[in-house]
Protein backbone atom coordinates (compact mmCIF):
# COMPACT_ATOMS: atom_id res chain seq x y z
CA UNK A 1 0.00 0.00 0.00
CA UNK A 2 1.25 3.50 -1.12
CA UNK A 3 4.19 2.02 -2.77
CA UNK A 4 3.26 4.30 -5.95
CA UNK A 5 4.57 7.13 -3.09
CA UNK A 6 7.16 4.87 -1.48
CA UNK A 7 9.37 3.79 -4.24
CA UNK A 8 9.93 7.37 -5.36
CA UNK A 9 10.43 8.73 -2.61
CA UNK A 10 13.24 5.39 -1.46
CA UNK A 11 14.83 6.57 -4.67
CA UNK A 12 15.26 9.96 -3.31
CA UNK A 13 16.51 9.02 -0.33
CA UNK A 14 18.91 6.72 -2.06
CA UNK A 15 20.05 9.49 -4.36
CA UNK A 16 20.59 12.04 -1.34
CA UNK A 17 22.25 9.27 0.52
CA UNK A 18 24.88 9.24 -2.04
CA UNK A 19 25.05 12.97 -2.38
CA UNK A 20 25.35 13.69 0.98
CA UNK A 21 28.55 11.20 2.64
CA UNK A 22 26.82 8.19 2.64
CA UNK A 23 24.89 9.88 6.01
CA UNK A 24 20.83 8.73 6.58
CA UNK A 25 20.13 11.43 9.11
CA UNK A 26 21.35 13.93 6.61
CA UNK A 27 19.63 12.13 3.58
CA UNK A 28 16.49 11.86 5.68
CA UNK A 29 16.68 15.58 6.97
CA UNK A 30 17.47 16.92 3.12
CA UNK A 31 14.22 14.61 1.91
CA UNK A 32 12.04 16.60 4.82
CA UNK A 33 12.96 19.94 3.44
CA UNK A 34 12.27 18.97 0.36
CA UNK A 35 8.96 17.58 0.91
CA UNK A 36 8.32 20.72 2.93
CA UNK A 37 9.31 23.10 0.07
CA UNK A 38 6.79 20.48 -2.32
CA UNK A 39 4.13 21.67 -0.10
CA UNK A 40 5.17 25.39 0.64
CA UNK A 41 2.20 27.08 -0.71
CA UNK A 42 -0.29 24.98 1.01
CA UNK A 43 1.52 25.12 4.45
CA UNK A 44 2.60 28.97 3.82
CA UNK A 45 -1.76 29.27 2.40
CA UNK A 46 -2.63 27.62 6.11
CA UNK A 47 -0.24 29.54 8.25
CA UNK A 48 -1.54 33.00 6.48
CA UNK A 49 -5.20 31.63 7.08
CA UNK A 50 -4.25 30.62 10.88
CA UNK A 51 -2.49 34.60 11.02
CA UNK A 52 -6.12 35.82 9.93
CA UNK A 53 -7.57 34.13 12.13
CA UNK A 54 -6.11 35.11 14.71
CA UNK A 55 -6.14 38.64 13.66
CA UNK A 56 -10.43 38.65 13.13
CA UNK A 57 -10.14 37.09 16.91
CA UNK A 58 -11.17 40.38 18.79
CA UNK A 59 -14.55 40.98 15.78
CA UNK A 60 -15.75 37.52 16.43
CA UNK A 61 -15.23 37.79 20.03
CA UNK A 62 -17.71 40.79 19.57
CA UNK A 63 -20.03 38.79 17.62
CA UNK A 64 -20.17 36.11 19.92
CA UNK A 65 -21.45 38.91 22.85
CA UNK A 66 -23.71 40.26 20.35
CA UNK A 67 -25.45 36.75 19.52
CA UNK A 68 -24.81 35.17 22.80
CA UNK A 69 -28.45 33.74 22.77
CA UNK A 70 -28.37 33.07 19.23
CA UNK A 71 -25.78 30.66 17.51
CA UNK A 72 -27.42 30.49 14.39
CA UNK A 73 -27.05 33.71 13.91
CA UNK A 74 -23.49 33.89 15.60
CA UNK A 75 -22.27 30.66 13.00
CA UNK A 76 -24.35 33.02 9.90
CA UNK A 77 -22.70 35.90 10.84
CA UNK A 78 -19.39 34.34 11.33
CA UNK A 79 -19.36 32.65 8.14
CA UNK A 80 -19.93 36.10 6.46
CA UNK A 81 -17.43 37.67 8.39
CA UNK A 82 -15.06 35.01 6.88
CA UNK A 83 -16.00 35.56 3.34
CA UNK A 84 -15.52 39.50 3.79
CA UNK A 85 -11.72 38.62 4.74
CA UNK A 86 -11.11 35.96 2.63
CA UNK A 87 -10.29 33.56 5.51
CA UNK A 88 -11.15 29.98 5.21
CA UNK A 89 -11.27 28.25 8.70
CA UNK A 90 -11.24 24.35 7.20
CA UNK A 91 -7.86 25.89 5.41
CA UNK A 92 -5.57 23.35 7.95
CA UNK A 93 -7.05 20.01 6.88
CA UNK A 94 -5.82 20.05 3.52
CA UNK A 95 -1.90 20.19 4.40
CA UNK A 96 -2.74 17.43 6.82
CA UNK A 97 -4.51 15.25 4.55
CA UNK A 98 -2.04 15.77 2.29
CA UNK A 99 1.05 14.57 4.32
CA UNK A 100 -1.10 11.67 5.89
CA UNK A 101 0.18 9.06 2.76
CA UNK A 102 3.57 10.69 2.59
CA UNK A 103 4.18 9.65 6.13
CA UNK A 104 2.69 5.95 5.30
CA UNK A 105 4.73 6.30 2.15
CA UNK A 106 7.74 7.29 3.90
CA UNK A 107 7.43 4.47 6.80
CA UNK A 108 7.64 1.59 3.49
CA UNK A 109 10.65 4.07 2.01
CA UNK A 110 12.72 3.73 5.26
CA UNK A 111 11.66 0.08 5.47
CA UNK A 112 13.03 -0.53 1.99
CA UNK A 113 16.49 1.58 2.55
CA UNK A 114 16.84 0.37 5.69
CA UNK A 115 15.50 -3.37 5.34
CA UNK A 116 15.27 -5.93 8.26
CA UNK A 117 13.90 -8.07 6.15
CA UNK A 118 15.50 -9.96 3.10
CA UNK A 119 12.30 -9.85 1.25
CA UNK A 120 11.91 -6.02 1.18
CA UNK A 121 15.24 -5.78 -0.12
CA UNK A 122 14.60 -8.06 -2.41
CA UNK A 123 11.24 -6.02 -3.56
CA UNK A 124 13.15 -2.84 -3.65
CA UNK A 125 15.66 -4.10 -5.63
CA UNK A 126 13.48 -4.17 -8.72
CA UNK A 127 11.93 -0.86 -8.40
CA UNK A 128 15.13 1.25 -7.97
CA UNK A 129 16.09 4.08 -10.42
CA UNK A 130 19.00 2.50 -11.69
CA UNK A 131 19.11 6.49 -14.19
CA UNK A 132 19.76 7.98 -11.16
CA UNK A 133 23.28 8.68 -10.37
CA UNK A 134 25.00 6.64 -7.34
CA UNK A 135 21.84 4.84 -6.61
CA UNK A 136 22.71 1.28 -7.04
CA UNK A 137 24.43 -0.85 -4.41
CA UNK A 138 24.23 1.48 -2.20
CA UNK A 139 21.39 -0.36 -0.04
CA UNK A 140 21.01 -1.12 2.92
CA UNK A 141 21.71 2.25 4.67
CA UNK A 142 23.50 2.98 7.49
CA UNK A 143 21.27 2.98 10.50
CA UNK A 144 23.06 3.41 13.08
CA UNK A 145 22.51 6.61 14.46
CA UNK A 146 23.86 7.81 18.38
CA UNK A 147 23.24 3.82 18.78
CA UNK A 148 19.83 3.89 17.71
CA UNK A 149 18.92 1.71 14.71
CA UNK A 150 16.60 4.25 12.30
CA UNK A 151 15.17 1.53 10.41
CA UNK A 152 13.85 0.07 13.76
CA UNK A 153 10.87 1.58 16.25
CA UNK A 154 12.46 2.86 19.59
CA UNK A 155 13.15 0.13 22.30
CA UNK A 156 13.73 -0.09 26.08
CA UNK A 157 17.24 -1.44 25.47
CA UNK A 158 18.37 1.50 24.36
CA UNK A 159 15.89 3.92 26.14
CA UNK A 160 17.15 7.10 24.56
CA UNK A 161 15.98 5.86 21.56
CA UNK A 162 12.23 7.23 23.02
CA UNK A 163 13.57 11.29 22.94
CA UNK A 164 12.70 11.58 19.37
CA UNK A 165 9.16 10.56 19.52
CA UNK A 166 9.28 13.24 22.80
CA UNK A 167 10.61 15.68 20.73
CA UNK A 168 7.70 14.97 17.43
CA UNK A 169 5.31 15.81 20.58
CA UNK A 170 6.91 19.00 21.43
CA UNK A 171 7.65 20.59 18.00
CA UNK A 172 4.11 19.36 16.53
CA UNK A 173 2.31 21.12 20.11
CA UNK A 174 4.45 24.04 19.71
CA UNK A 175 3.94 24.46 15.79
CA UNK A 176 0.02 24.21 16.99
CA UNK A 177 -0.01 26.05 19.57
CA UNK A 178 1.53 28.71 17.18
CA UNK A 179 -1.04 28.68 14.13
CA UNK A 180 -4.12 28.24 16.77
CA UNK A 181 -6.55 31.31 17.36
CA UNK A 182 -6.22 32.69 20.58
CA UNK A 183 -9.51 32.35 22.82
CA UNK A 184 -9.66 35.72 23.39
CA UNK A 185 -9.37 37.81 26.64
CA UNK A 186 -11.14 36.82 30.29
CA UNK A 187 -13.81 39.50 30.26
CA UNK A 188 -14.70 37.64 26.89
CA UNK A 189 -14.58 34.41 28.07
CA UNK A 190 -17.44 35.16 30.58
CA UNK A 191 -19.80 36.51 27.97
CA UNK A 192 -19.02 33.28 25.85
CA UNK A 193 -22.00 31.01 25.58
CA UNK A 194 -21.64 27.23 27.06
CA UNK A 195 -21.69 25.63 23.58
CA UNK A 196 -18.86 27.89 22.08
CA UNK A 197 -16.79 27.15 25.38
CA UNK A 198 -17.34 23.16 24.69
CA UNK A 199 -16.08 24.32 21.18
CA UNK A 200 -12.82 25.87 22.42
CA UNK A 201 -12.15 23.30 25.01
CA UNK A 202 -12.41 20.62 21.52
CA UNK A 203 -10.08 22.98 19.92
CA UNK A 204 -7.41 23.21 23.09
CA UNK A 205 -7.91 19.16 23.06
CA UNK A 206 -7.17 18.96 19.57
CA UNK A 207 -3.88 21.06 19.95
CA UNK A 208 -2.50 18.21 22.62
CA UNK A 209 -4.02 15.54 20.31
CA UNK A 210 -2.78 15.58 17.46
CA UNK A 211 0.76 16.66 18.51
CA UNK A 212 0.21 13.06 20.86
CA UNK A 213 -1.09 11.10 18.17
CA UNK A 214 1.88 12.08 16.31
CA UNK A 215 4.53 10.96 19.10
CA UNK A 216 2.54 7.49 19.40
CA UNK A 217 2.92 7.26 15.89
CA UNK A 218 6.80 7.25 15.94
CA UNK A 219 6.61 4.94 18.59
CA UNK A 220 5.61 2.06 16.62
CA UNK A 221 7.65 3.11 13.71
CA UNK A 222 11.18 3.47 12.63
CA UNK A 223 12.73 6.07 14.41
CA UNK A 224 14.07 7.72 11.34
CA UNK A 225 10.40 8.81 10.89
CA UNK A 226 10.56 10.99 14.01
CA UNK A 227 13.87 12.72 12.20
CA UNK A 228 11.24 13.73 9.33
CA UNK A 229 8.00 14.75 11.60
CA UNK A 230 10.70 16.83 14.04
CA UNK A 231 12.07 18.77 10.69
CA UNK A 232 8.95 19.48 9.04
CA UNK A 233 7.79 20.84 12.58
CA UNK A 234 10.65 23.03 12.84
CA UNK A 235 10.60 24.64 9.71
CA UNK A 236 6.71 25.03 9.93
CA UNK A 237 7.96 27.27 13.24
CA UNK A 238 10.27 28.90 11.08
CA UNK A 239 7.94 29.61 8.50
CA UNK A 240 5.64 30.66 10.75
CA UNK A 241 7.76 33.46 12.47
CA UNK A 242 9.09 34.75 8.84
CA UNK A 243 5.27 35.65 7.74
CA UNK A 244 4.59 37.01 10.97
CA UNK A 245 7.68 39.49 10.75
CA UNK A 246 7.08 40.05 7.45
CA UNK A 247 3.19 40.46 8.31
CA UNK A 248 4.63 43.52 11.26
CA UNK A 249 6.52 45.02 8.66
CA UNK A 250 3.52 45.36 6.09
CA UNK A 251 1.30 46.63 9.02
Not at 163 to 169: K, R, T
Request: glycine letters at 4%.
Amino acid sequence: MFDFIAYPLANLLLLLYSVLGQSTVLAITALTILINLIMLPLTLSQQRSARKMQDLQPKIDKLKKKYSNDQERFAQEQMKLFRKEGVNPMGGCLPLLIQFPIWLGLINAIRYCIPSRPLDLLRFSQHIYKWLPGVQGVIPLQSRFLGMDLGQPPTPAVWWSYALPILVFVTYWLQQKLISPSSGSADEKEDTSSQQEMMEQQMKMMRVTMPLMSMLFTLQYATGLSIYFIISSATRIVQYYLIRQHHEQEA
